[in-house]
């Protein structure tokens, strides 16, 4: 049985003429780290607070551990929430804001210094136990919003984009802070953000969220090698599209079925086939490709690949470990060069083709195992 069970959810605030969340089934196991994924407004904070007991939904059931808590106030679903302002007190010491929780819940005195101390040590925060939050700085703030989620020991942890507000190099350490207390713990961890890197590094399932719908639910590596639809593909990592019309189904190859398009110009692209076997012949379709799956060259004949556009390179930037190449990709229908599709290309520095220029004609080529056809 699942730990958590989201059952037909529907939620639309009031005087909005569109849903939140739209008839939302998810599963979430326990001990698993789920993290829900989207642009802004499309119903993944709101999925969180329905959780949390802070919003109430429309329609629905939302179950924990097999009993409905849709009814119930959030300070009885046992459940550890960290907020994106972390929310401490500033009047009270470190060791007052991580025993809070067990203060409302009348737990004695000594029971309360005892997992205070074993929080903060979680944390590697026992040191600072006597500060106050404005002594501290925005990782360490973070740290002590987690004890004090974590203290009373709860099945389920919340998180609503608390690495927002640090800088990179903090956020990056605060994820894998939180990877190793996932993984010391074993606690179920539901988390929200738009960051698709923090999504990949911290997750075992990603929830990618769209106009309150659910577009994929798979493991990082699934939805960035397997995507569902363009959006997926578009919001998880760099990705090029171009579109054109469905053309026909190719045989089954050793990685699944494989369709052709046709672009502006007649040209002829392959990729693997999301629904070929349902498109209609000449309807539109869309084909996308990751910038690393990419070869540059000169000219045709430099590739090993049917998949060849011609482009022109629009920039050239450095790196450090590859070369990111903007170029613009044939042209459109009206043969208007400033309207053809933008795609990047990431080159290794070996793979690299010398003397290029900005301005200068290209050839790109991928394989059609590397590229997708929606």
Same mark, same amino acid.
């Given at each position: 049985?699942?730990?958590?069970?989201?059952?037909?959810?529907f939620k639309?605030?009031?005087?909005?003429?569109?849903?939140?969340?739209?008839?939302?089934?998810?599963?979430?196991?326990?001990?698993?780290?789920?993290?829900?994924? %989207?642009?802004?407004?499309?119903?993944?904070?709101?999925?969180?607070?329905?959780?949390?007991?802070?919003?109430?939904?429309?329609?629905?059931?939302?179950?924990l551990n %097999?009993?409905?808590?849709?009814?119930?106030?959030? #300070?009885?679903?046992?459940?550890?929430?960290?907020?994106?302002?972390?929310?401490?007190?500033? #009047?009270?010491?470190?060791?007052?804001?991580?025993?809070?929780?067990? $203060?409302?819940?009348?737990?004695?005195?000594?029971?309360?210094?005892?997992?205070?101390?074993?929080?903060?040590?979680?944390?590697h925060l026992?040191?600072?136990?006597?500060?106050?939050?404005?002594?501290? $700085?925005?990782?360490?703030?973070?740290?002590?919003?987690?004890?004090?989620?974590?203290?009373?020991?709860?099945?389920?942890?919340?998180?609503?984009?608390?690495?927002?507000?640090?800088?990179?190099?903090?956020?990056?350490?605060?994820?894998?802070?939180?990877?190793?207390? #996932?993984?010391?713990?074993?606690?179920?961890?539901?988390?929200?953000?738009?960051?698709?890197?923090?999504?990949?590094?911290?997750?075992?399932?990603?929830?990618?969220?769209?106009?309150?719908?659910?577009?994929?639910?798979?493991?990082?590596?699934?939805?960035?090698?397997?995507?569902?639809?363009?959006?997926?593909?578009?919001? @998880?990592?760099?990705?090029?599209?171009?579109?054109?019309?469905?053309?026909?189904?190719? $045989?089954?190859?050793?990685?699944?079925?494989?369709?052709?398009?046709?672009?502006?110009?007649?040209?002829? @692209?392959?990729?693997? $086939?999301?629904?070929?076997?349902?498109?209609?012949?000449?309807?539109?379709?869309?084909?996308?490709?990751?910038?690393?799956?990419?070869?540059?060259?000169?000219?045709?004949?430099?590739?090993?690949?049917?998949?060849?556009?011609?482009?022109?390179?629009?920039?050239?930037?450095?790196?450090?470990?590859?070369?990111?190449?903007?170029?613009?990709?044939?042209?459109?229908?009206?043969?208007?060069?400033?309207?053809?599709?933008?795609?990047?290309?990431?080159?290794?520095?070996?793979? @690299?083709?010398?003397?290029?220029?900005?301005?200068?004609?290209?050839? @790109?080529?991928?394989?059609?195992?590397?590229?997708?056809?929606?």
């Amino acid at each position: 049985m699942a730990l958590i069970e989201f059952e037909h959810v529907f939620k639309r605030y009031p005087g909005s003429q569109t849903a939140a969340v739209e008839d939302l089934n998810l599963h979430i196991e326990a001990g698993e780290f789920l993290t829900l994924l %989207g642009p802004s407004g499309s119903g993944k904070t709101t999925t969180l607070m329905l959780l949390a007991g802070f919003e109430a939904l429309n329609s629905g059931s939302i179950r924990l551990n %097999g009993c409905a808590i849709e009814s119930l106030p959030p #300070h009885q679903r046992n459940i550890g929430v960290v907020f994106q302002n972390y929310s401490l007190f500033p #009047h009270m010491t470190v060791a007052q804001n991580v025993a809070f929780p067990l $203060s409302v819940r009348k737990v004695p005195a000594a029971a309360i210094a005892t997992k205070v101390a074993a929080a903060l040590e979680k944390v590697h925060l026992q040191s600072f136990a006597e500060r106050r939050p404005n002594q501290l $700085s925005g990782g360490q703030q973070q740290r002590v919003a987690l004890a004090r989620a974590l203290v009373f020991e709860p099945r389920l942890v919340l998180m609503d984009e608390p690495l927002s507000a640090l800088d990179k190099k903090l956020r990056e350490e605060m994820q894998l802070e939180i990877r190793r207390l #996932h993984r010391e713990l074993g606690v179920t961890m539901v988390f929200v953000t738009h960051d698709q890197s923090e999504a990949m590094t911290l997750s075992d399932r990603v929830a990618v969220f769209n106009h309150g719908r659910i577009e994929q639910l798979a493991s990082p590596q699934m939805l960035y090698d397997a995507p569902a639809n363009p959006f997926v593909a578009n919001f @998880l990592g760099d990705n090029n599209i171009i579109k054109g019309r469905y053309a026909s189904a190719i $045989s089954q190859g050793l990685d699944g079925a494989r369709a052709a398009i046709r672009v502006a110009g007649g040209k002829g @692209l392959q990729g693997r $086939s999301c629904n070929g076997k349902s498109a209609a012949l000449d309807a539109d379709a869309t084909l996308c490709v990751r910038p690393e799956f990419l070869q540059v060259a000169a000219h045709a004949d430099g590739l090993d690949t049917p998949n060849c556009l011609d482009a022109r390179l629009l920039d050239i930037i450095h790196q450090g470990d590859h070369w990111r190449l903007v170029v613009s990709v044939g042209t459109t229908e009206g043969g208007a060069p400033e309207a053809a599709p933008q795609w990047f290309a990431k080159i290794s520095p070996r793979a @690299l083709p010398p003397g290029l220029v900005v301005g200068q004609g290209l050839c @790109l080529g991928f394989r059609p195992e590397d590229a997708w056809v929606f």
